[in-house]
């Protein structure tokens, strides 16, 4: 079974420019995550989708960060413009439903915005 | 609002010995799910144990246990028969069976294991 992809695994970005991440979850999986990294610290949720719904969007940044879950599959998350303190590895995770399940995380985009 | 903490940054263990990471949780809620996920350097987390609060009987998945101590609101890992390959940084996680199941995470402990 393939595990969750992102791209790219690493970007390195200026100040004020704009960056795009993309996911694409274990099939099947109808829930997606979105969480930041921050060195040093534990992830820290962004958004949750429900299929190609918004279940919790309450600590992204929404002046600057969008997401979206395309047809429940497939997901992408925008930083525009981006910030130095947006230096992180964003992490993106899926489960096969919102209860119980195990999330999966993939192996996360690293970006430096400099 | 639930909060993860883990007051190790750093712990070590030498191959074949046992070691336990500690973690302690606030939540006023009753039913829950708590876990330990592992990040080995530049790769992937992956989950190592998960622990239902209405249990009261430990998880345990092969060389890894937990301690669950649900009136204390606390969760530590144990590992036996450490192996170079369990060094990682590892993380405690919440996650509330009512609210929804967004993980929150405490800051991790980085474990080394030398030979």
């Known amino acids: 079974e393939a595990g969750v992809a992102q791209s790219p695994r690493y970007k390195i970005i200026e100040k004020r420019q704009s960056v795009a991440f993309w996911c694409n979850p274990i099939?099947?999986?109808?829930?997606l995550y979105w969480y930041q990294q921050i060195l040093g610290q534990g992830p820290k949720l962004l958004i949750q989708?429900?299929?190609?719904?918004?279940?919790?969007d309450s600590q992204l940044p929404k002046d600057r960060f969008s997401a979206e879950r395309l047809k429940g599959v497939d997901s992408t998350l925008k930083i525009q413009p981006a910030k130095l303190e947006d230096s992180a590895v964003y992490l993106c995770?899926?489960?096969?439903?919102?209860?119980?399940?195990?999330?999966?995380f993939g192996p996360g985009t690293r970006l430096t915005v400099t | 609002a639930q909060t993860v903490t883990q007051s190790q940054p750093e712990m070590s263990v030498q191959e074949a010995e046992t070691v336990t990471l500690s973690c302690t949780y606030d939540?006023?809620?009753?039913?829950?799910?708590l876990f330990w996920y592992k990040q080995p350097p530049s790769r992937q987390m992956i989950l190592v144990i998960r622990?239902?609060?209405?249990?009261?009987q430990n998880a345990t998945e092969n060389r890894f246990s937990v301690n669950f101590q649900k009136a204390a609101k606390s969760f530590s890992l144990k590992i036996s028969d450490s192996q170079l390959g369990d060094a990682a940084m590892y993380f405690c996680?919440?996650?509330?069976?009512?609210?929804?199941?967004?993980?929150?995470f405490g800051k991790g402990t980085t474990l080394s294991v030398s030979s």
């Open positions: 995770a899926s489960s096969l439903a919102h209860i119980a399940y195990e999330q999966y």
């Open positions: 099939s099947g999986h109808a829930t």
């Open positions: 989708f429900q299929n190609n719904g918004v279940v919790d």
């Open positions: 939540t006023s809620e009753s039913d829950y799910y």
């Open positions: 622990q239902e609060a209405y249990k009261q």
């Open positions: 996680a919440y996650r509330s069976v009512a609210a929804g199941t967004a993980l929150i």
